[in-house]
């Protein structure tokens, strides 16, 4: 996400959260009394969205000040101190909470994504995020996948063709998607990688004959048939003479990962490093 996009969001979040207002700050609070809060980490984890922090600070007053111990994907623990921002005690209070939002929701999507990737380390495979983000905070979300160790497929649905059992069954099948998806990249001039959803064996030797995907998505294959899946798509790769990237997907947890990745895949997407996080408990507290 670039700068301007970020602000954008900022403001949104500012407006939805100050509106005419922190009366209660401003209640009480002398607008030229200066102060110090220090981002105070609670758990055990991955921190994220130190960069973002800034912007949101700089955002609302830049002649605040940031001291900062942290960097993003730094593994931290319970007591540790991030940062000190220096600066009006009412900007510091109004900022807080949009602040800690952020941050403790990218640093959860962030110690997630490194316990999955953690556990396949050892096999050269590779856990992806999905689409199936909080609406609004995908590309931070994402961005905080890579902070914790994970890769990002794709954005959205503008940056690569992934055909869904949905597809396949509108379309008339596995060689019709596959064809018409090929024929409209290079009828409106589009590089982009095509990806298939399989069901079953017979649809993988099917995708295979076109000669077409980039990579094969294996939905809801049990560990067995993976294993099986993965030998016949090495076999086919030997005559094609191209590697066919290798894909699992659905219902992939923390406990059956690893036996999906010693199959041999390629990737695992795993919705869970999004849709389902629990945000990594902080706290910005006065200095005094």
Not at 27 to 48: F, H, N, R, V, Y
Not at 160 to 186: E, P, Q, S, W
Not at 264 to 287: E, I, N, Q
């Amino acid at each position: 996400m670039n700068r301007d996009e970020l602000r954008k969001l900022i403001a949104i979040w500012f407006e939805e959260d100050i509106r005419d207002g922190d009366h209660t700050s401003l209640s009480c609070i002398p607008p030229t009394q200066m102060g110090c809060q220090q981002l105070i980490i609670k758990e055990d984890g991955i921190i994220a969205g130190i960069e973002v922090a800034k912007e949101i600070i700089n955002y609302f007053d830049p002649e605040c000040r940031m001291e900062q111990y942290l960097h993003d994907g730094d593994e931290v623990h319970k007591g540790d101190v991030a940062f000190k921002v220096y600066g009006k005690e009412l900007s510091l209070l109004q900022i807080e909470r949009t602040m800690l939002n952020v941050m403790q929701r990218m640093s959860g999507v962030a110690t997630t994504a490194h316990r999955y990737q953690s556990l396949i380390n050892d096999t050269g495979c590779h856990v992806l995020d999905t689409r199936k983000t909080t609406p609004g905070l995908r590309y931070l979300e994402k961005e905080a996948v890579k902070i914790g160790g994970g890769m990002n497929h794709r954005i959205g649905l503008f940056d690569m063709i992934l055909l869904k059992d949905n597809h396949v069954d509108f379309a008339g099948g596995i060689t019709a998607a596959l064809t018409r998806a090929r024929d409209y990249c290079k009828e409106k001039g589009k590089d982009l990688r095509i990806e298939i959803e399989v069901r079953n064996e017979d649809e993988i030797k099917e995708a295979l004959a076109t000669n077409i995907p980039d990579r094969i998505m294996l939905d809801n294959f049990t560990p067995e048939r993976t294993k099986h899946a993965v030998e016949l798509i090495r076999t086919w790769e030997k005559t094609a003479g191209r590697h066919m990237e290798i894909e699992s997907s659905g219902g992939i947890t923390i406990d059956t990962i690893h036996d999906y990745a010693v199959c041999g895949v390629d990737f695992v997407s795993v919705g869970a490093l999004t849709h389902s996080v629990k945000s990594l408990d902080m706290s910005f507290k006065a200095v005094k």
